[in-house]
């Protein structure tokens, strides 16, 4: 296994900007980072539950994947336009971020966004299965990815408090601005384009 490929891998795909990333930065500025870190918390279980489940159920996945990405395609796009819609009323109203944040919202976003969904049951079959067999090192490599994406969730919740002023100064132009880019993901996942 090259070990190098692999955390490129991982980190390239946790640490760029997504919808989680998105409602993580956005959520930081309109509610602070300690509730912005219990949507954190359930995005964290939600990636580790879908790499246990990749790592588990890969043979049964490989023969209805082509159903399930479609299906998530679909879902995963109506979730994030729901959720574009929250974080561009995260410039004018407090109700909007407590909606997006939490540990149910953080949980429920992984399950349905396509980005988490298409690593986690590529990451485990490519760079894993291939060269461990064991249950032990497979679990291992669960807990590997789990905490590098655990890792980059919370660099987004750093960066949001890092420019958290910067951020409420201008945050009707950043909501608008961070909910068209969760609109850009959901038309691209949504495979219209």
Same mark, same amino acid.
Request: with cysteine; hydrophobic share 55%; proline share 4%.
């Given at each position: 296994? !090259?070990?190098?490929?692999?955390?490129?891998?991982?980190?390239?795909?946790?640490?760029?900007? =997504?919808?989680?990333?998105? +409602?993580?930065? *956005?959520?930081?500025?309109?509610?602070? /980072?300690?509730? *912005?870190?219990?949507?954190? $918390?359930?995005?964290? +279980?939600? &990636?580790?539950?879908?790499?246990?489940?990749?790592? #588990?159920? !890969?043979?049964?996945?490989?023969?209805?994947?082509? =159903? %399930?990405?479609?299906?998530?395609?679909? +879902?995963?796009?109506?979730?994030?336009?729901?959720?574009?819609?929250?974080?561009?009323?995260? =410039?004018?109203?407090?109700?909007?971020?407590?909606?997006?944040?939490?540990? @149910?919202?953080?949980?429920?976003?992984?399950?349905? !966004? /396509?980005?988490?969904? #298409?690593?986690?049951? *590529?990451?485990?079959?490519?760079? +894993?299965?291939?060269?461990?067999?064991?249950?032990?090192? *497979?679990?291992? &490599?669960? %807990?590997?990815?789990?905490?590098?994406? &655990? @890792?980059?969730?919370?660099? $987004?919740?750093?960066?949001?408090?890092?420019?958290?002023?910067?951020? !409420?100064?201008?945050?009707?132009?950043?909501?608008?601005?961070?909910?068209?880019?969760?609109?850009?993901?959901?038309?691209?996942?949504? =495979?219209?384009?």
């Amino acid at each position: 296994m !090259n070990l190098t490929s692999f955390f490129i891998y991982c980190i390239v795909v946790t640490f760029t900007p =997504g919808p989680s990333n998105i +409602v993580i930065l *956005t959520s930081v500025g309109q509610v602070g /980072p300690r509730k *912005t870190m219990e949507y954190v $918390w359930g995005a964290t +279980v939600a &990636f580790g539950l879908l790499l246990a489940a990749s790592a #588990l159920l !890969n043979h049964l996945l490989a023969e209805v994947l082509p =159903g %399930i990405l479609h299906v998530m395609q679909i +879902v995963g796009s109506v979730y994030m336009i729901y959720l574009a819609y929250q974080v561009y009323k995260m =410039g004018s109203t407090e109700t909007a971020s407590k909606q997006v944040t939490g540990f @149910l919202n953080g949980l429920i976003m992984q399950f349905v !966004n /396509p980005k988490v969904v #298409l690593f986690t049951f *590529t990451v485990i079959p490519s760079y +894993v299965l291939p060269y461990y067999d064991s249950t032990m090192s *497979t679990f291992l &490599f669960v %807990i590997i990815i789990t905490i590098i994406g &655990f @890792l980059a969730y919370s660099s $987004w919740v750093v960066f949001g408090s890092v420019f958290r002023t910067l951020l !409420n100064r201008h945050q009707k132009a950043v909501s608008i601005l961070m909910a068209l880019f969760l609109l850009y993901s959901a038309i691209m996942v949504s =495979g219209i384009i």
